[in-house]
């Protein structure tokens, strides 16, 4: 029996690509009569053929479902690969960044902090230092005028010094009635009677007697205590 490539094919449900590659690996019966292909088969064959034809044809659709399975890498999805990645990375570094930047802030803040505490140490400190060298100038000025108001005591005192004699015919005196004596003004006879007070319990000159005080001038000098 022979077949057209056109009724083979269809009778086969082969395409013609693979019919000519049956025909050009000699597989199939042919002859060519007037430049037209006709394949011989028999109706045994028909069968086996047709089996034949179906194992091909589930052999060659196999790979094209392997390859729906198993797409190839091609260069997009390289290139989307590195892009989610490179993207991934960009985000990290902003992380980081961002990091950087609080723990920079933070470190401003301490510093500042501590600037500000010892700044307030020194300030303290000057103040301080400021109170204690006002009272060291204030003792020392009053120091200087105590002394010069001692001095200048000593030198009224030593100025009157020949006035405080014993009276004529006294040789012991009650304090009161000398320094009425005496032409001194009231307040300064108020401090020479304080100071003869402040005196008699602890200097053997000054006489209590009766509740007033006396002096002996034929045996004690009295000058350091009248002086004013």
Do not use: W
């Not at 990290?92 to 500000?116: G, H, T, W, Y």
């Not at 204690?132 to 009224?156: G, S």
Request: charged fraction near 35%; charge should be positive; include cysteine.
């Amino acid at each position: 029996m022979r077949l057209t490539v056109d009724e083979y094919c269809k009778h086969f449900k082969m395409s013609k690509e693979m019919l000519n590659s049956k025909i050009r690996a000699k597989k199939l019966n042919y002859v060519i009569e007037e430049g037209k292909t006709y394949l011989i088969v028999t109706d045994s064959s028909l069968k086996r053929d047709a089996k034949e034809e179906i194992y091909e044809e589930t052999k060659s659709a196999a790979p094209e479902k392997n390859q729906i399975a198993k797409p190839k890498t091609t260069v997009a999805i390289v290139l989307a690969l590195y892009q989610k990645e490179n993207n991934f990375l960009k985000n990290k570094i902003v992380q980081l960044e961002a990091k950087i930047d609080r723990l920079i802030d933070d470190k401003e803040q301490m510093l500042r902090a501590e600037r500000d505490k010892i700044e307030h140490i020194y300030s303290s400190k000057d103040e301080q230092l400021k109170n204690i060298l006002e009272l060291v100038n204030k003792k020392i000025q009053f120091e200087q005028e105590a002394t010069t108001v001692h001095t200048i005591h000593e030198i009224e005192s030593f100025e009157h010094q020949d006035k405080i004699k014993a009276p004529h015919n006294l040789e012991v005196v009650e304090l009161k009635e000398y320094l009425k004596l005496l032409n001194l003004k009231s307040s300064q006879r108020k401090i020479i009677k304080k100071r003869f007070l402040d005196a008699y319990d602890n200097d053997i000159r000054v006489i209590h007697k009766d509740g007033k005080l006396y002096l002996d001038f034929s045996k004690y000098d009295y000058s350091d205590l009248l002086a004013y």
